[in-house]
């Protein structure tokens, strides 16, 4: 069957280190979307892609790269951690129609002491 | 200003009662109301998508209204479930690309034996 998967699961680091959350889904989706999810918010949006080579940024984008090299996987990367960056961040993926779904992974806590 | 308010906060419901949640939203342009269904720990799950042309659209015991002239949207359960405590999530697009969708803050529904 068809998924979506993050890892790791769960993760702790310390303030200042990169860290990258991987998400692959082989739904064979042309759209990826990252989001976080903290208390007191909604899902939020960080980056989102099109397809391969494509990327975009979304509300809350900075502090976070990513990058699309093949349809399969979109990998977030926090260049240098900060505390505000506690959180649970959800990977997500959907055809390209307005009204497709978006199929979302497990999520991913992330900890930055 | 997009946004999407839910209410109540949180609900407690005995197993097989009924339970309604409303949601009111202010996006411009409308395209589409998505609810999610959101178990603790897990990704969020699609319920339903409705258009602005839909009224009503119905997935098992789950039952979303769309008044798109008032921007409200209400989520029904029927014949409550244990397995229906989760968090219910009201999500309207507002169309151009999937990266414009805002996510309520949801509400937490439990269902007690």
């Known amino acids: 069957d068809a998924e979506i998967t993050q890892s790791p699961r769960h993760k702790i680091t310390e303030t200042g280190r990169q860290v990258t959350l991987a998400c692959h889904q082989t739904?064979?989706?042309?759209?990826m979307f990252w989001y976080r999810q903290d208390l007191g918010h909604g899902l939020r949006l960080i980056h989102y892609s099109y397809g391969v080579h494509d990327t975009n940024k979304g509300e809350v984008s900075d502090g976070y790269s990513v990058s699309r090299s093949n349809t399969e996987d979109l990998p977030l990367t926090l260049e240098s951690a900060a505390s505000s960056q506690t959180s649970v961040y959800f990977c997500?993926?959907?055809?390209?129609?307005?009204?497709?779904?978006?199929?979302f992974g497990p999520g991913t806590r992330l900890t930055v002491l | 200003k997009n946004q999407v308010e839910q209410s109540p906060q949180s609900l407690i419901i005995l197993e097989g009662k009924n339970c309604t949640l409303q949601?009111?939203?202010?996006?411009?342009?409308?395209?589409?109301l998505r609810w999610y269904k959101q178990d603790t720990g897990r990704g969020p799950v699609s319920l339903t998508i409705?258009?602005?042309?839909?009224n009503t659209k119905s997935n098992g015991r789950y039952t979303a209204t769309l008044d798109a002239d008032t921007k409200q949207s209400s989520l029904h359960i029927t014949a409550s479930q244990l397995s229906d405590s989760a968090s219910y999530i009201c999500?309207?697009?507002?169309?151009?690309?999937?990266?414009?969708?805002?996510f309520g803050k949801g509400t937490k529904l439990s269902v007690k034996p």
């Open positions: 739904w064979n989706h042309n759209n």
């Open positions: 949601c009111n939203y202010t996006v411009s342009p409308f395209s589409n």
């Open positions: 997500a993926s959907s055809n390209r129609g307005h009204t497709d779904t978006q199929y």
């Open positions: 999500v309207p697009y507002y169309g151009g690309s999937q990266g414009n969708l805002i």
């Open positions: 409705m258009t602005f042309s839909e």
